[in-house]
Nanobody, 122 residues
Framework: QVQLTESGGGSVQTGGSLRLSCAAS????????MGWFRQTPGKEREFVAL????????LFADSVKGRFFISKDSATNTVYLQMNALKDEDTAVYYC???????????????WGQGTQVTVAS
């Protein structure tokens, strides 16, 4: 079973940038879809972005479109989330996940990382 480990979270000022990384302990197969989700206390985990491993096709939540970018490094089995123009409402725990469907539904992902905290404040 591949394990996912997120890193890169932290505190940043409003308008700043952060890059999150998600390293897989083993090979990510071409049939996989890698997603980023986020969650704040008392709310459901919400979709942020995904990338299809084979083609690099991406999808973003409307709330982050144009500010966040997802990319992958197949050689190191790592997926990245570049977050720019951060807003206070981007504060959350960010999770990396692996699934097999091109889907923004968290239930379609069966492997999750432990999460990394992102705090945005003015």
């Amino acid at each position: 079973q591949v394990q996912l480990t997120e890193s890169g979270g932290g505190s940043v000022q409003t308008g700043g940038s952060l890059r999150l990384s998600c390293a897989a302990s083993g090979r990510i197969y071409s049939s996989s879809v890698m997603g980023w989700f986020r969650q704040t206390p008392g709310k459901e985990r919400e979709f942020v972005a995904l990338i299809r491993w084979s083609s690099g096709t991406t999808l973003f939540a409307d709330s982050v479109k144009g500010r966040f970018f997802i990319s992958k490094d197949s050689a190191t089995n790592t997926v990245y989330l570049q977050m720019n123009a951060l807003k206070d409402e981007d504060t959350a725990v960010y999770y990396c996940a692996r699934g097999s469907q091109y889907s923004s539904n968290r239930r379609d992902y069966n492997t999750w990382g432990q999460g990394t905290q992102v705090t945005v404040a003015s």
